[in-house]
Nanobody, 115 residues
Framework: QVQLVESGGGLVQAGGSLRLSCAAS????????MGWYRQAPGKQRELVAS???????NYADSVKGRFTISRDNAKKMVYLQMNSLKPEDTGVYYC?????????WGQGTQVTVSS
């Protein structure tokens, strides 16, 4: 059973940066495409960035050029470097497979960007 634990969120001013981390345990991590998802207040959860086992990446248009997803298969870690943060980036950030498995959703990590 895969467990995913997110960390690194916090309160930051607009224009600031945060680096999120996702630690995975169990499962064949290296072969899975992984993604970072965001759920803003009152909105559905959305995929903001994903990375394949071959390290190709995809980003939502809203974060292109500002966010960078990376992974360390040896450590079973996925990262999301977020720069030039905007108030609309506020939400709870989760990692999961891409596409996601419902049983793998963790607690997420809260990111709040103040204007």
């Amino acid at each position: 059973q895969v467990q995913l634990v997110e960390s690194g969120g916090g309160l930051v001013q607009a224009g600031g940066s945060l680096r999120l981390s996702c630690a995975a345990s169990g499962g064949a991590f290296s072969i899975n495409a992984m993604g970072w998802y965001r759920q803003a207040p009152g909105k559905q959860r959305e995929l903001v960035a994903s990375i394949r086992s071959g390290l190709s990446t995809n980003y939502a248009d809203s974060v292109k050029g500002r966010f960078t997803i990376s992974r360390d298969n040896a450590k079973k870690m996925v990262y999301l470097q977020m720069n030039s943060l905007k108030p609309e980036d506020t939400g709870v950030y989760y990692c999961n497979k891409d596409p996601p498995y419902s049983v793998y959703w963790g607690q997420g990590t809260q990111v709040t960007v103040s204007s």
